[in-house]
Nanobody
Framework: QVQVVESGGGLVQPGGSLRLSCAAS????????MAWYRQAPGKRRELVAA???????NYADSVKGRFTISRDNAKNTVYLQMNSLKPEDTAVYYC???????????????WGQGTKVTVSS
């Protein structure tokens, strides 16, 4: 069974930085991608950044140049470094690992519980 746990959220002033972490425990047969999403109050969940096992990364236009997604394979952890934070970055941030737990299993997305980020002075 795969479990995903995010951490690192909190309150930060505009212009500040935070690093979110997302650790996956359990056994994957294969991993295809890891991603960070966010959901602000009253809004739909949106993709923030995705990292594919082939090495490429995609970012939402709103965070390009400010956020960086990375992975520590040894720790089975994916990070989201967030710099130059703005009040509109305030949201609950969710991590997703996409992969298969066996050779015959379907690819699924495994979600964490979310970590809240508040950008305010």
């Amino acid at each position: 069974q795969v479990q995903v746990v995010e951490s690192g959220g909190g309150l930060v002033q505009p212009g500040g930085s935070l690093r979110l972490s997302c650790a996956a425990s359990g056994s994957f047969f294969s991993i295809n991608a890891m991603a960070w999403y966010r959901q602000a109050p009253g809004k739909r969940r949106e993709l923030v950044a995705a990292l594919f096992t082939a090495g490429s990364a995609n970012y939402a236009d709103s965070v390009k140049g400010r956020f960086t997604i990375s992975r520590d394979n040894a720790k089975n952890t994916v990070y989201l470094q967030m710099n130059s934070l703005k009040p509109e970055d305030t949201a609950v941030y969710y991590c997703q690992w996409r992969g298969r737990v066996s050779a015959i299993a379907s690819e699924l997305g495994y979600w964490g519980q979310g970590t809240k980020v508040t950008v305010s002075s």
